[in-house]
């Protein structure tokens, strides 16, 4: 027997371990129409947050929907090295004891993190089992793995000799505190609110008195200046294009170029040039040939290309000193507040410095071409298709891409030096060796890059190095290209795209069919989540409070293309209660011994009801199925949701009710095989979202049969089976049933107050079905009888319309209509205050401009209610009016 009360945790970890036992993960590379899907690698550092559990979710619903509809699916799993995270990690456990990596030396620190790896790595890995992740973890990989590694090194060697690779001195994101150049994505942009611009006179060469002024937030940069510039249709500028100015405290001459990078509308119009120290400078630098004078060590302290007076400055103390020196010479010529955004490293928090460093680079725009031509031509899709666009502007305005961190964890790059520097790129140290002796005659010592590769780099393969590249394994034959990718928008450029770009250039074909971009999870009001904001929703709290279920249903329930999810516990809460609503049908179920039937045979029901509900269970299958082919998760829910909570819990259950409290017989055999048939369907369409529940019901209300629910076929039904005529009969049902009810609650008709119906102008046909169904009616809509109504309508009457035919009830004498009248009008009153209030606010451009978004959507949200209630209580009112 189950048990009254829906407990969750009593099952979920036993049926996760029997599910990964009995290998109903596995994916077969020798048979079946294969299906593949890349789990996004979390990092082997993470913790699994609301995105994780949103995109493993949707993995995980397609991953047990494709298995179940018979393709060979393979969820292939696996974690990120996490260079600097992990590399983080582990440098503070050193600091705790005293010691740092350097002290440690790099071989053994390496060693020391395989050891924090094997110990407390990969935490997320237990996380997402907890959520009810199914890839099939015996082919779980990591990027430095013995096989992705060598991977990598083979990508790497391959496009340095093909010329895809290569060493060159550009500007990157340097993070002065971890001492290596990070990603954009690792990049967190602050503003700064109590920012300042500094208006900085820089005189004329040749022109005494006589000055141009450009404006600067990082007055300390100057110090690297080499060029001025101004908009080349700036009237102001036009006669000083082509002279030159002096830089203040440094003595440099220089140019002042056109250029329509300056903008004449911001502070002077004339803005100074840094090209070793601002991305846009370095640009305009190349477009005039500038020099580059780079003043930052690593440190981002003042290096010896500045005056002695700044040498091994901070930044700030350089900022302070620089301030000082221009005030004492009268050449800052003002100073205004100004807000900015400040570039901060994610990891360390310092304050990220565009600087000019020799690193290793990849030639992207080359490799970008055919990856363009790929999404142009449909090969691949991107769902929502708005994506494709952001794909493109990326991709076709794309620049070399810096694989190299100065770290000690991770891929190290396969470069060795000579003693004049020559670089030989090679899988070994011997191979490099034999390439040096060809180059020098002669045996020479070779020092090895201390560099490592970009985490981006590794994870760039992952389509097809975790299927065993270079080598051609079975796997790779069956899963590549894989057939879809799931992943947050993010992510498009530095993860989609390199992908794309490496599997279509090493594997000759796109890496996947299908992207699928899925929403942002924010807090109920609509605000990104963070920690300083104090709204991050713990999803392994929420699964130890509602279990794992009803996260992943309210995760895929909200899920809509194209739009976010604002998440309230309360919808984990609801979802909860539709898992326990579903047990209690099974209970119900089983007490009325509603057990499979084998053989059942569901188009042979000969009971109106019956067929009805085989014909909705068909349409039911149909409309998950169609919105999961279509990526439509929302919709795939609120199919599978509606059938079982509107169609079979409060409907069929409640119209089954008196045969199966009747005589055994023929009809009562026949409705317990069909309760039974239609609750097996349902577990069969709502498993792919509540996994855990599902697989429990479906074992316990047949402890008998063989297998597990995760490798039971999926609900393909021929909506044949259904039949119309009983479909249009119990619509009928339902809605009179639904009708009387709404009148009941509208005007205040007390629950235990049984009332009499009259169906006045009915054809002989709709009187006949409400012949067949007078009880069913009665007791769902608690009449003390209904009958079709040939004379007068009786005093008192509410009327309302039902195709045809004009439902009576006679309501006086159960209501007080002078009393009700009051009532409802008093009601109507209040809501039609409280909508124009709404209406007046919404109307309120000031109100629109300054309030937050969510606020603003949740007064429209309360306007739409107020306008429902006051639509309802009008027709109550015109109902006794007519009565």
Same mark, same amino acid.
């Given at each position: ?9 009593? @099952? ?14 596995? +994916? %077969?590379?020798?048979? +079946? ?22 995109? #493993? ?5 397609? $991953? ?7 393709? %060979? ?99 990157? #994101? ?44 990082? /007055?300390? $940069?100057?110090?690297?200046? $080499? =060029? ?62 500038? &020099? ?10 003042? %290096?010896?290309?500045?005056?002695? *007076? ?26 205004? =507040? ?25 030639? *992207? ?18 769902? /929502? ?11 076709? %305005? ?58 981006? @780099? ?11 590249? /270079? ?6 034959? $069956? ?14 450029? @530095? ?82 209660? @539709? ?5 209690? &049908? ?5 007490? #009325? +011994? ?31 199925? *169609? ?9 795939? =829910? ?76 999926? /609900? ?31 005007? #205040? ?7 009499? !119906? ?89 109100? !629109? ?13 309360? !306007? ?20």
């Amino acid at each position: 027997m189950l048990e009254k009360t829906y407990r969750p945790a009593d @099952f979920e970890g036993r049926l996760y371990e029997l599910w990964e036992k009995s290998g109903g993960f596995a +994916g %077969n590379p020798g048979g +079946g129409t294969p299906w593949c899907v890349m789990m996004p690698p979390p990092n082997v550092t993470g913790s699994l947050h609301m995105g994780h559990a949103l995109n #493993n979710t949707l993995q995980d619903v397609l $991953t047990r929907y494709r298995r179940k509809t018979g393709r %060979n699916a393979l969820w292939q799993p696996g974690m990120d090295h996490a260079g600097i995270a992990t590399q983080m990690v582990v440098e503070r456990q050193l600091a705790d004891e005293g010691t740092d990596r350097r002290t440690l030396g790099r071989d053994a620190f390496i060693d020391r993190v395989w050891s924090w790896k094997a110990e407390s790595g990969g935490a997320i890995g237990r996380q997402l089992r907890r959520l009810g992740s199914s890839p099939d973890w015996s082919r779980e990989r990591f990027t430095m793995d013995e096989g992705l590694s060598r991977a990598v090194l083979e990508v790497f060697v391959t496009l340095y000799r093909q010329g895809l690779i290569y060493r060159d001195k550009r500007l990157v #994101n340097w993070d002065p505190v971890l001492g290596t150049a990070i990603s954009d994505l690792e990049v967190e942009q602050r503003e700064m609110r109590d920012g300042r611009l500094w208006h900085i006179r820089y005189p004329l060469e040749g022109r005494p008195g006589e000055h141009i002024v450009v404006a600067t937030t990082r /007055p300390e $940069t100057m110090l690297g200046d $080499t =060029a001025v510039a101004v908009h080349p249709e700036d009237e102001r500028y036009r006669g000083l294009v082509g002279s030159r100015a002096v830089l203040p405290l440094v003595g440099r001459c220089l140019p002042i170029v056109a250029d329509d990078y300056a903008d004449p509308e911001q502070g002077s119009g004339a803005v100074k040039i840094t090209p070793a120290h601002d991305f846009n400078d370095f640009e305009v630098g190349r477009r005039h040939d500038l &020099a580059i004078v780079n003043v930052f060590d690593a440190e981002a302290r003042i %290096n010896e290309n500045a005056p002695e *007076a700044y040498r091994g400055l901070d930044r700030m103390e350089a900022r302070e000193r620089v301030l000082a020196d221009l005030e004492a010479q009268d050449l800052i010529e003002a100073v205004e =507040a100004h807000v900015h955004t400040v570039p901060h490293g994610d990891r360390s928090g310092a304050v990220i410095e565009p600087w000019l460093t020799d690193q290793w680079y990849v030639d *992207a725009k080359t490799l970008a071409a055919p990856a363009i031509e790929a999404v142009e031509d449909g090969r691949i899709r991107f769902v /929502p298709e708005r994506w494709t666009n952001t794909y493109f502007e990326w991709m076709r %305005n794309i620049q070399p891409w810096c694989i190299s961190r100065q770290l000690w964890w991770g891929h190290r790059i396969p470069a060795w030096y000579g003693p004049d520097g020559q670089v030989f790129v090679a899988a070994t140290e011997a191979e490099a060796e034999e390439q040096a002796a060809q180059h020098y005659g002669r045996a020479e010592p070779l020092s090895r890059d201390e560099d490592v590769l970009d985490t981006w @780099f590794s994870s760039g393969l992952w389509p097809f190095s975790t299927l065993g590249w /270079p080598e051609r394994a079975q796997a790779l034959e $069956t899963y590549y290209p894989n057939s879809d990718l799931i992943t947050g928008f993010d992510i498009i450029f @530095f993860w989609v795209a390199r992908m794309v770009m490496l599997g279509m250039h090493f594997m000759g074909d796109v890496p996947f069919r299908t992207v699928y971009i899925h929403a942002l999870v924010r807090d109920e009001k609509g605000q990104k989540m963070s920690k300083s904001k104090g709204n991050v929703i713990d999803p392994l709290a929420l699964i130890d409070e509602y279990g794992a279920d009803a996260l992943r249903f309210t995760l895929a329930a909200m899920e809509a293309q194209g739009r976010d999810i604002k998440l309230a516990e309360s919808r984990v809460a609801g979802y909860r209660n @539709f898992a326990t609503k579903l047990w209690n &049908a099974a209970r119900f179920c089983e007490a #009325n +011994g509603c057990k499979p039937v084998p053989g059942f045979d569901p188009a042979k029901a000969e009971d109106q009801v019956n067929r009805w509900i085989v014909g909705e269970a068909a349409r039911a299958a149909r409309d998950v199925s *169609a919105a999961l082919d279509s990526y439509r998760f929302d919709a795939a =829910a609120g199919a599978v949701y509606h059938f079982t909570w509107d169609v079979f819990c409060d409907w069929y259950l409640e119209l089954s009710k008196p045969t199966l409290s009747g005589p055994d017989g023929p009809a009562k055999a026949e409705t317990r095989a069909t309760a039974a048939w239609v609750l097996d369907t349902i577990l069969g369409l709502l498993h792919p979202f509540m996994p855990f529940v599902t697989e429990e019901l479906w074992g316990r209300i047949d402890e008998g049969r063989e297998g597990t629910l995760i490798t039971a076929p999926w /609900p393909a039904l021929d909506e044949s089976i259904g039949d119309a005529d009983a479909a249009h009969e119990m619509d009928w049902v339902v809605r009179l049933v639904t009708a009387v009810r709404a009148v009941r609650a509208e005007m #205040n008709v007390p629950a235990g107050a049984r009332i009499a !119906l009259g169906l006045r102008g009915c054809a002989p046909e709709t009187a006949a079905r409400l012949d067949r169904h007078r009880e069913v009616i009665a007791r769902l809509a608690r009449l003390s009888e209904a009958e079709a109504l040939d004379g007068e309508v009786p005093p008192g009457s509410v009327q309302m319309m039902l195709d045809e035919a004009t439902i009576v009830l006679p309501l006086a004498g159960v209501i007080e209509f002078d009393k009700e009248r009051a009532r409802l009008d008093r009601e109507l009153g209040k809501v039609g205050k409280e909508r124009a209030k709404l209406e007046s606010k919404l109307e309120n451009e000031q109100f !629109l401009a300054r309030a937050p978004a969510h606020v603003v959507e949740e007064q429209r949200g309360r !306007l739409d209610e107020a306008c429902t209630a006051e639509a309802r209580l009008k027709a109550a009112l015109e109902r006794i009016a007519a009565s």
